[in-house]
Nanobody
Framework: VQLQASGGGVVQAGDSLRLSCEAS????????IGWFRQAPGKEREFVAA????????EYAESVKGRFILSRDSAKNTVYLQMNNLKPEDTAEYYC???????????????????WGQGTQVTVSS
């Protein structure tokens, strides 16, 4: 499975961005997709995850109510809509996938087997 993350950029506080994670080389319907981020000098942290069918989602407390996940099976793509961005959202964002769990969505990065390259999000105040 290969993952391609895109959509990052430089925005001002309060703006929105939509990140995309396109999967290839595997069965998209079997993939749980997660987003993680890492800011300079900090550990990688969980942001959000969506289950195979799109019915199950998990969000970090810091992004609840601002970030929204969706998935488009026709495009093999998961989207992370980020609204009301804050300077503390500045980080490199990574998407990851795992294809083992069927009924739960996990937040631990160690549970994910496939990783895409990062896309940088910078939010200025």
């Amino acid at each position: 499975v290969q993952l391609q993350a895109s959509g990052g950029g430089v925005v001002q506080a309060g703006d929105s961005l939509r990140l995309s994670c396109e999967a290839s080389g595997g069965s998209f319907s079997k993939l749980n997709i997660g987003w993680f981020r890492q800011a300079p000098g900090k550990e990688r942290e969980f942001v959000a995850a969506i289950g195979r069918s799109g019915e199950r989602t998990e969000y970090a407390e810091s992004v609840k109510g601002r970030f929204i996940l969706s998935r488009d099976s026709a495009k093999n793509t998961v989207y992370l809509q980020m609204n009301n961005l804050k300077p503390e959202d500045t980080a490199e964002y990574y998407c990851a996938a795992e294809d083992f769990l069927t009924t739960i969505v996990v937040t631990a990065d160690t549970s994910y087997d496939y990783w895409g390259q990062g896309t940088q999000v910078t939010v200025s105040s």
